[in-house]
């Protein structure tokens, strides 16, 4: 079990460009959220998805944002014509199947870090 | 809307002594506390974590202290070590709802000195 892993780890991008960032799961997770952290704050819920449904969006979560997990696996976060305010770290989380307590734990990927110019 | 207040922001400690993070917390949906360490530039690992129907939980050095009635969650940290020198967020969510989705406190800055 290697945890969870995102691609890239930082992402530098000119304002207009659009990115797309992927994130891995820890195997046979079948519950998977994305996260926005600034600086200086705690993480953000942005949108969850369990197996290929993706069951919330915040908000936060503007036209320009779109989230994908097709086969109930990984993940892409696209953001399309990026703005100065996108910057932040995305963070992938990821949670157990079942019922018990430990089913709610989620543990997170080590984020990309976007820096819109 | 801010649903999880954490204080202090910065906390500075000795070696050997004990930090103590505090949250509270407003929406009484919320029952699964659990507690993140985040070192920079690496996502947040989860330390602990709690349910209302225990007033403590004690894991190694952490212990989660619980008061419901004031809705109010706590970090205690004993023999503090420079290593635990991270920001640590409190956080919340409702364990029986759809999505889990964590709410967050501000984070707290925590640096042990030698």
């Known amino acids: 079990d290697t945890g969870v892993s995102q691609d890239p780890r930082h992402k530098i991008t000119k304002r207009g460009q659009n990115v797309t960032f992927r994130c891995d799961p820890i195997?046979?997770?079948?519950?998977l959220y994305w996260y926005r952290q600034t600086l200086g704050q705690g993480p953000e819920f942005l949108t969850y998805?369990?197996?290929?449904?993706?069951?919330?969006k915040s908000r936060l979560l503007s036209d320009r944002f779109s989230a994908e997990r097709p086969k109930g696996s990984f993940s892409t976060l696209e953001i399309q014509r990026t703005e100065q305010g996108d910057s932040a770290m995305y963070l992938c989380?990821?949670?157990?199947?079942?019922?018990?307590?430990?089913?709610?734990?989620?543990?997170f990927g080590p984020g990309t870090r976007l820096t819109v110019t | 809307q801010q649903q999880v207040k954490q204080s202090p922001q910065s906390l500075i400690v000795q070696k050997g002594g004990i930090s103590i993070i505090n949250c509270a917390y407003e929406?009484?949906?919320?029952?699964?506390f659990p507690w993140y360490q985040q070192f920079p530039g690496k996502g947040p690992a989860l330390l602990i974590a709690?349910?209302?129907?225990?007033s403590e939980k004690k894991e190694g050095r952490f212990t989660i202290s619980f008061n419901k009635s004031a809705k109010q969650f706590s970090l205690h940290i004993m023999d503090s070590q420079p290593g635990d020198s991270a920001t640590y967020f409190c956080?919340?969510?409702?364990?029986?709802?759809?999505?889990?989705?964590?709410?967050f406190g501000t984070g707290t800055l925590l640096a042990v000195q030698p």
């Open positions: 989380a990821s949670r157990p199947k079942g019922q018990g307590a430990s089913s709610y734990e989620q543990y």
């Open positions: 195997s046979e997770h079948n519950r």
């Open positions: 998805f369990q197996n290929e449904a993706q069951l919330e």
């Open positions: 929406n009484t949906a919320f029952d699964y």
């Open positions: 709690i349910r209302p129907d225990v």
């Open positions: 956080a919340a969510s409702p364990f029986g709802g759809a999505t889990n989705k964590l709410i």
